[in-house]
C-alpha cells in the first residue's frame, strides 16, 4: 500500500505525517483521543495501539494431568500475557516454576495461594530485537554439533530453547515488519529446535553425526545471510545422495533440508 507524505510546519522544522487506514484504525477501536505507540525498526517505521488489554488464560490442572507443561509453553508463544493455573499442588507449581525458568524468558510467577498460581508477563518486548536473536539461536545450533562436554550441551540446549520459544512469542505478540514472513519465520525457529533436540537425543544415544552434517548447516545459515540461488540449488540437491550413517543423522539432515525450503521462502 503507497500513502503519500504530508508535510506540516515552517521550511526549517518541517515534519511529515502519513495516514493511516481507517479500517484499522476501527479495528483496534482507535480514535484521536488515543495514542499509538510509534517504533523505528531498521528501515521500518512501526506503529501499533498502545493501550492493548492483557491476554489471559486459566488452565485446570485436573484437565491437563499429562500436558500441562506442553499448553503452557503453547499459550507462551502464542504470546499470552497472563496464565492462571488452577487446582494446583505445591509439587505442580514447583514443576511449573522450573518450565518457565527453562523455557519462558519474561515469564514470572507473581501470585500464588491454596492450589493456584499466577504466571505474568514482566518484560517488555521489542520487535528490534528479532533478527538478533533468531541470528543467535542460529549460531547456537551450530555451537551443539561442536560441543563435547555434555553440561555444555544441556545449557546450550536449553539456551536455544528458551530463545526460540521466544523468537515465536515476539512474531505472534507484536507481528514483524516483513509481515509475509512471519509464518516462515515461526518456522525456522520450530525447525532450528527440532536440530537441536535430535542432537540432543543422538547424543544421549551415544551416536554421532558427522562433520558433513554439521558443514551443511552452516552453509544454510549462511545461506539465510547471504543467499545465492546457486546455492541453495546446491545444498538442495546434495541432502537426497545422503542417506545418513544412522536414524539421527538421517532425522538432522531431514529438518536442515526443511530450513532450506524455510530460507528460500523469505530470501529467494
Known sequence: MEKALIALGPKARKSFVITLPVDWVRAHGMDKSRKADFEIVGNSAVVRPLAREKSRAVLDAREYANTLHRVLIILY???????????????????????????????EITDQGKNYCLISDVAKESAEDFQTLLRRCFLITLQLFEENDAESLKNLDKSLNKLTSYCQRLLNKQGYSEFQNVNYYSRLCSELERIGDAYMQASREGQKISGSVCNLLRRAYELFYKFSPKEFDSLQASIPRWGGRNYFEKSVMQKISAVLGIIYGIRG
Open 77 to 107: 508463544k502464542k504470546g499470552i500475557d497472563q496464565i492462571k493455573i488452577t487446582n494446583a499442588s505445591p509439587k505442580i507449581i514447583n514443576s511449573v516454576s522450573s518450565t518457565i525458568e527453562q523455557r519462558c524468558i519474561g515469564f
